[in-house]
């Protein structure tokens, strides 16, 4: 069973001893649990890909306090100088060129010449930002391609973990690359495309940032998209009208089902069930999001 440490300052502080030791820690974000390592560290970066046994060209994001500190890892243009002033803290990534002296591993960034950069929303993640006094990766706290962490129970890799309750999201961030004034949506996330409110490009098939591998976030049953009803051993996850052995939303509500999608996901995984249905969620808002990550749950296995 993993170590639990507290959100208080003894619990704090506890974190930050491991990752100034180059350890590994479990911590809440807004979006999900994540695994997080000095950035800077490639030992410590290397643990997390170890732990999480990720492929090493799959990208980290570096979660850092504010615009200022990522000033010292990435050169920020105008427009994401903007999106950081709207959207910051809170669940936006954006990937931009890494600086030549950026105090991060190489590792990290999937040895691109771009990083993933974000502020995030969370009290506890921004102490631990602030106390460790750099910024860290914080890939979500599981297997990689597994179901991601919305409660610390939920993590089951053998770190210690900082309990800070149900993330408020559920889904991970948005992530968008921006360069020489053009915006790329690489990831649909908890920031809804049309809340963002600039012209987006979409991405090319290459690997330039996380969550984007065909198959991941996915439960160990194959899973069967937009259905209407449960098949023989199935269990089935609703949405709206479509009831179910549980519900991401009974009205239909997309904020509702992303804050709701890993919860249900963990749940049906560990019904015994032989296979998970899930009903059709609309693309508007938030669905976006959500069936991004279905897809990739539904993908064929490598």
């Not at 903007?82 to 991060?104: H, I, K, N, Q």
């Amino acid at each position: 069973m993993n170590e639990r440490l507290g959100r208080d300052p003894a619990g704090l502080a506890r974190a930050v001893d491991i990752l100034r030791g180059g350890g590994i820690v479990a911590l809440p974000t807004e979006t999900v649990y994540g695994l997080a390592a000095d950035a800077a560290n490639t030992d410590a970066v290397a643990r997390v890909f170890a732990a999480k046994n990720r492929p090493a060209f799959n990208p980290l994001i570096a979660h850092v306090a504010d615009a200022t500190m990522a000033r010292a890892l990435v050169e920020i243009e105008p427009l994401a100088t903007e999106l950081m002033a709207r959207f910051w803290p809170g669940p936006l990534t954006l990937v931009l060129p890494v600086r030549r002296d950026a105090p991060v591993a190489a590792l990290a960034r999937g040895g691109l010449d771009t990083l993933a950069v974000r502020s995030p929303a969370h009290l506890v993640a921004q102490a631990m930002i602030a106390a460790f006094g750099g910024a860290l990766v914080a890939p979500s706290a599981n297997a990689s391609g597994g179901l991601s962490p919305t409660r610390a129970e939920h993590v089951t890799l053998d770190v210690p973990v900082i309990d800070g309750g149900p993330c408020l999201w559920g889904v991970e961030s948005t992530i968008v690359g921006v360069a020489h004034g053009q915006a790329t949506m690489l990831r649909p996330g908890a920031i809804a495309a049309e809340v963002l409110g600039i012209p987006l490009a979409a991405a090319s098939n290459a690997i330039v940032a996380p969550g984007q591998m065909a198959s991941h976030y996915a439960p160990v049953q194959p899973v069967r998209l937009n259905a209407t009803g449960a098949r023989a051993g199935e269990f089935l996850i609703g949405f709206g009208v479509v009831g179910g052995d549980a519900t991401l939303s009974a009205r239909g509500d997309t904020i509702e089902a992303a804050a709701r999608l890993f919860e249900l996901l963990h749940l049906a995984q560990a019904s015994g069930a032989v296979g998970i249905a899930v009903a059709p969620v609309p693309e508007a808002g938030l669905g976006m999001a959500i069936n991004d990550r279905l897809r990739r749950a539904a993908a064929p296995r490598g």
